[in-house]
């Protein structure tokens, strides 16, 4: 009854404040959790409507949503969508204001009054901002109901876009309990607000890391059906960088609109929009090297389809808003599948058809393994823990004493919190306790993690490449990577279901009939046991083929046929 009341709310809600006449069933099971107070944790796919998940119970909450997000350009376009809205009706209290370093001082302190006075309902703020000990304070003075963390695979080193700055989320987030309910030591476990975390895309190792990082208790975990059917799945084996420039070609003359090509240098990015521009198409490169004047005028170009075609490495995507990109190509395997669905994911935002092309050499793969880079030093981790035992730091002091840029050092932090190496004061200084591991044993620990970390990142390279080289259906083995069990047949969407490889097909094409349930031995998300390779959970199937995420080897791909007959995994009971 309870939840039937919620849901009657939420709906009128959202009809009188957003004028919304329906809430799609993943979003309702969220909204629902987060108005009774439960933290949250959602994957949808671009365009299903994550930022309503906050939005409509924020208007039925007792106090102010504070909104955690990466990217200044992606709060403006949120902010400008709620002030939008909001009109003449001021009973709505749809105000959004933003405190960032976008902002003067006096901007930002007129922000967080506009707040503590009633006159807005949301507050937008970047990771940076709560690193500070007294915007932290102002931002708890307001005594917000609900925190969403947008982008929330940003705060996961499994993510395809990991960012140092949301490490200390957890923390900030416990700090926000009101004072009387904070208990001294350790981040407070008081009443804080509720939390919902949204991402477009969280393999299940992400999705882990999301909750124990964010600290979230109990949550709902909502994984809406990942599928996009209106973007075609192709990939071709191109032999030489000649081969995948004519398979380019052939793409940008068949689909004249705008897309974005990616690829996995700086260098690779800057040659082919140069060659792109020569052989007569409106194209420019964007990578992190190019100066933030540049890269915001380039971003700017693109979405106003001044430059049509935009040649990036990873570091172009999040924040773009842009409903008509028609294409997506990737020159080279991207590092997993994650990457993969992320970008292609901005292709067809307007629900019409699109194309994402995967034009792929075998080199690729040792150049993402590359990429990966070694195991840290264990001198360096050592001294560090050393250091930590000494006396608490904050991050910045860290930086300064061990001369580690943030991205390692927050690399590192990670790895021996993982191992219970360090811990955080309740002002968000770092230490290593005195009951912790000595420096020479948290360093041997933290190497054999990163180990870990490193076998596991192989197999999602695998993945990727087991994705490119499959003669079936590309979505289901995708849905499978990430544990989406939503398909109930080959997706009708890829290249292997119209049985071709050139172009997407022009008539519909009927999906073949899914696996009986007698080809399932273990049901999705079930756990299993190899005698070799530990515990696992089974992510999905694909005709004969089984997913399944091993906590020590990683993602592994198994006959079901072959499983069956040599008994291979047990199912694992409690």
Same mark, same amino acid.
């Given at each position: @009854?309870?939840? $039937?009341?919620?849901?009657?709310? $939420?709906?009128?809600?959202?009809?009188?404040?957003?004028?919304?006449?329906?809430?799609? *069933?993943?979003?309702?099971?969220? @909204?629902?959790?987060?108005?009774?107070?439960? &933290?949250?944790?959602?994957?949808?796919?671009?365009?299903?409507?994550?930022?309503?998940?906050?939005?409509? !119970?924020?208007?039925?909450? #007792?106090?102010?949503?504070?909104?955690?997000?990466?990217?200044?350009?992606?709060?403006?376009?949120?902010?400008?969508?709620?002030?939008?809205?909001?009109?003449?009706?001021?009973?709505?209290?749809?105000? +959004?204001?933003?405190?960032?370093?976008?902002?003067?001082?006096?901007?930002?302190?007129?922000?967080?009054?506009?707040?503590?006075?009633?006159?807005?309902?949301?507050?937008?703020?970047?990771?940076?901002?709560?690193?500070?000990?007294?915007?932290?304070?102002?931002?708890?003075?307001?005594?917000?109901?609900?925190?969403?963390?947008?982008?929330?695979?940003?705060?996961?080193?499994?993510?395809?876009?990991?960012?140092?700055?949301?490490?200390?989320?957890?923390?900030? /987030?416990?700090? =926000?309990?009101?004072?009387?309910?904070?208990?001294?030591?350790?981040?407070?476990?008081?009443?804080?607000?509720?939390?919902?975390?949204?991402?477009?895309?969280?393999? #299940?190792?992400?999705?882990?890391?999301?909750?124990?990082?964010?600290?979230?208790?109990?949550?709902?975990?909502?994984?809406?059906? $990942?599928?996009?059917?209106?973007?075609?799945?192709?990939?071709?084996?191109?032999?030489?960088?000649?081969?995948?420039?004519?398979?380019?070609?052939?793409?940008?003359?068949?689909?004249?609109?705008?897309?974005?090509?990616?690829?996995?240098?700086?260098?690779?990015?800057?040659?082919?929009?140069?060659?792109?521009?020569?052989?007569?198409?409106?194209?420019?490169?964007?990578?992190?090297?190019?100066?933030?004047?540049?890269?915001?005028?380039?971003?700017?170009?693109? %979405?106003?389809?001044?430059? !049509?075609? @935009?040649?990036?490495?990873?570091?172009?995507? @999040?924040? /773009?808003?842009? #409903?008509?990109?028609?294409?997506?190509?990737? $020159?080279?395997?991207?590092?997993?599948?994650?990457?993969?669905?992320?970008?292609?994911?901005?292709?067809?935002?307007?629900?019409?058809?699109?194309?994402?092309? =995967?034009?792929?050499?075998?080199?690729?793969?040792?150049?993402?393994?590359?990429?990966?880079?070694?195991?840290?030093?264990? !001198?360096?981790?050592?001294?560090?823990?050393?250091?930590?035992?000494?006396? !608490?730091?904050?991050?910045?002091?860290?930086?300064?004493?061990?001369?580690?840029?943030?991205?390692?050092?927050?690399?590192?932090?990670?790895?021996?919190?993982?191992?219970?190496?360090?811990?955080?004061?309740?002002?968000?200084? %770092?230490?290593?306790?005195?009951?912790? *591991?000595? *420096?020479?044993?948290?360093?041997?620990?933290?190497? +054999?993690?990163?180990?870990?970390?490193?076998?596991?990142?192989?197999?999602?390279? &695998?993945?990727?490449?087991?994705?490119?080289?499959?003669?079936?259906?590309?979505?289901?083995?995708?849905?499978?990577?990430?544990?989406?069990?939503?398909?109930?047949?080959?997706?009708?969407?890829?290249?292997?279901?119209?049985?071709?490889?050139?172009?997407?097909?022009?008539?519909?094409?009927?999906?073949?009939?899914?696996?009986?349930?007698?080809?399932?031995?273990?049901? *999705?998300?079930?756990?299993?046991?190899?005698?070799?390779?530990?515990?696992?959970?089974?992510?999905?199937?694909?005709?004969?083929?089984?997913?399944?995420?091993?906590?020590?080897?990683?993602?592994?791909?198994?006959?079901?046929?072959?499983?069956?007959?040599?008994?291979?995994?047990?199912?694992?009971?409690?």
């Amino acid at each position: @009854m309870i939840d $039937l009341v919620r849901s009657w709310r $939420l709906r009128r809600s959202a009809k009188a404040r957003f004028g919304w006449r329906t809430l799609r *069933p993943a979003q309702s099971r969220a @909204m629902r959790a987060v108005l009774a107070g439960r &933290d949250a944790l959602v994957v949808l796919p671009t365009g299903a409507g994550k930022s309503a998940i906050y939005q409509v !119970p924020a208007t039925l909450l #007792p106090g102010p949503t504070v909104v955690i997000s990466p990217l200044l350009a992606l709060q403006q376009d949120q902010i400008a969508g709620l002030n939008g809205r909001d009109g003449q009706d001021a009973d709505a209290m749809l105000r +959004a204001v933003r405190v960032s370093s976008a902002e003067s001082p006096k901007a930002q302190a007129a922000a967080l009054e506009e707040v503590a006075q009633g006159r807005a309902r949301f507050l937008f703020i970047t990771p940076e901002q709560l690193r500070r000990p007294d915007r932290l304070e102002q931002v708890r003075a307001l005594r917000p109901a609900l925190v969403a963390v947008d982008e929330a695979h940003c705060i996961s080193s499994w993510g395809h876009d990991f960012r140092p700055d949301y490490l200390n989320l957890g923390h900030a /987030i416990e700090e =926000l309990a009101p004072a009387g309910a904070r208990r001294s030591g350790r981040a407070g476990r008081g009443r804080r607000p509720a939390v919902v975390a949204l991402t477009a895309t969280a393999s #299940p190792p992400v999705r882990e890391d999301i909750a124990n990082r964010l600290r979230l208790r109990d949550p709902l975990v909502v994984i809406g059906g $990942l599928d996009r059917p209106n973007i075609f799945l192709e990939a071709t084996h191109c032999p030489t960088d000649e081969h995948r420039w004519r398979r380019l070609r052939q793409l940008l003359v068949a689909d004249a609109g705008a897309g974005v090509v990616y690829v996995p240098t700086r260098r690779g990015a800057e040659e082919l929009a140069a060659r792109l521009v020569e052989a007569g198409y409106a194209a420019a490169a964007y990578h992190g090297g190019l100066a933030a004047g540049v890269r915001a005028r380039r971003h700017e170009d693109f %979405l106003a389809d001044r430059v !049509p075609i @935009m040649v990036a490495t990873s570091a172009f995507g @999040m924040g /773009i808003d842009k #409903p008509n990109i028609r294409w997506v190509a990737h $020159l080279a395997l991207p590092d997993s599948p994650d990457s993969y669905l992320q970008e292609i994911g901005r292709a067809g935002r307007d629900g019409e058809p699109a194309r994402a092309v =995967l034009l792929h050499r075998g080199e690729d793969v040792a150049l993402q393994r590359y990429f990966t880079g070694g195991a840290p030093e264990e !001198p360096v981790v050592r001294d560090l823990v050393a250091l930590l035992r000494l006396s !608490p730091h904050s991050r910045t002091e860290l930086r300064e004493a061990s001369g580690l840029g943030a991205r390692r050092l927050a690399q590192l932090i990670a790895l021996l919190e993982e191992v219970g190496a360090v811990d955080e004061t309740t002002d968000g200084r %770092l230490y290593s306790p005195s009951w912790a *591991p000595l *420096p020479a044993d948290a360093a041997r620990l933290a190497l +054999a993690e990163a180990d870990r970390h490193q076998t596991v990142q192989r197999t999602r390279i &695998d993945m990727m490449r087991l994705f490119a080289e499959s003669r079936g259906c590309r979505g289901q083995s995708l849905l499978a990577y990430f544990g989406d069990t939503t398909a109930t047949g080959p997706c009708g969407h890829c290249d292997n279901c119209a049985g071709e490889t050139t172009a997407a097909p022009t008539i519909p094409v009927a999906p073949t009939p899914a696996a009986s349930e007698g080809d399932a031995p273990y049901p *999705p998300n079930s756990t299993v046991r190899h005698a070799a390779w530990g515990v696992g959970t089974v992510l999905g199937y694909e005709n004969d083929r089984m997913t399944v995420l091993f906590d020590a080897v990683g993602y592994k791909t198994l006959s079901v046929r072959v499983v069956r007959a040599q008994g291979l995994l047990a199912l694992e009971v409690g």
